[in-house]
């Protein structure tokens, strides 16, 4: 796959993948991984949701893509590609892109952190954070959640319509943790929107340790 992911990794994910099996009565057969017939031009390659958002952040960040915008992105991926909510995902990859490159352009004053737990491996330590709020997005996201890999300094932000309690704990869950698996230690500070039973309750269902920093006194 133009030496993003290998073929025989998108077979084997292809045959654990719902979507893949449901869609695979009617689309064409190559060397057992499937792939989308379409009136003219190459086949589309069915991409496994569990390998989506690693070929989207490949393309978006390659070098010749230059960061390409949501329109630019959505065409090369349609050309060569095939999922549900393709157009919908890329949009989010890309608007989320945008917002963490603001962050950094920005002055942003942090609260001091304390001692920070130590994190000896990936996925030891993460913390997650709410950004302020933004100008709502076509699709009614105002807010960042953002994600930090203490060891291997990997970002991440997922786009939010609000930072209530229940809207926090589907995001890390279903979209972070999906993606780079559940971590051991999740640091943040004492909002509500992380203090509340959902997310104490989640960690302990995933064998999380929920941890805090220390509150902010200026």
């Given at each position: 796959m133009e030496g993003q992911v290998k073929r025989s990794e998108v077979k084997s994910e292809q045959e654990l993948d719902v979507f893949c099996r449901k869609v695979k009565e009617g689309l064409s057969q190559r060397k057992d991984y499937m792939v989308l017939p379409i009136p003219e031009g190459t086949p589309r390659l069915v991409i496994?949701?569990?390998?989506?958002?690693?070929?989207?952040?490949?393309?978006?960040?390659?070098?010749?893509?230059?960061?390409?915008?949501?329109?630019?992105?959505?065409?090369w991926m349609c050309k060569k590609y095939y999922w549900s909510n393709l157009h919908r995902d890329v949009e989010d990859y890309v608007l989320s892109c945008d917002q963490r490159a603001r962050l950094?352009?920005?002055?942003?004053?942090?609260?001091?952190?304390?001692?920070?737990?130590?994190?000896?491996?990936?996925?030891?330590?993460?913390?997650?954070?709410?950004?302020?709020?933004?100008?709502?997005?076509r699709r009614g996201n105002r807010y960042l959640l953002t994600y930090i890999d203490h060891f291997t300094k990997r970002?991440?932000?997922?786009?939010?319509?609000d930072q209530e309690a229940m809207t926090v704990a589907s995001a890390p869950a279903m979209q972070i943790f999906r993606r780079h698996g559940v971590c051991d230690k999740l640091l943040s500070d004492?909002?509500?929107?992380?203090?509340?039973?959902?997310?104490?309750?989640?960690?302990?269902?995933?064998?999380?340790?929920?941890?805090?920093?220390?509150p902010y006194r200026p």
């Open positions: 496994p949701e569990t390998m989506v958002g690693r070929l989207i952040r490949d393309h978006h960040d390659a070098k010749h893509a230059a960061h390409a915008g949501v329109k630019k992105l959505q065409h950094k352009a920005g002055r942003v004053t942090t609260a001091p952190m304390g001692n920070l737990p130590e994190a000896r491996g990936p996925r030891e330590v993460v913390s997650i954070d709410i950004t302020r709020p933004y100008a709502t997005s970002a991440e932000a997922v786009p939010l319509p004492q909002g509500r929107n992380f203090t509340s039973d959902l997310i104490r309750e989640i960690c302990r269902l995933l064998g999380v340790d929920k941890i805090f920093t220390s």
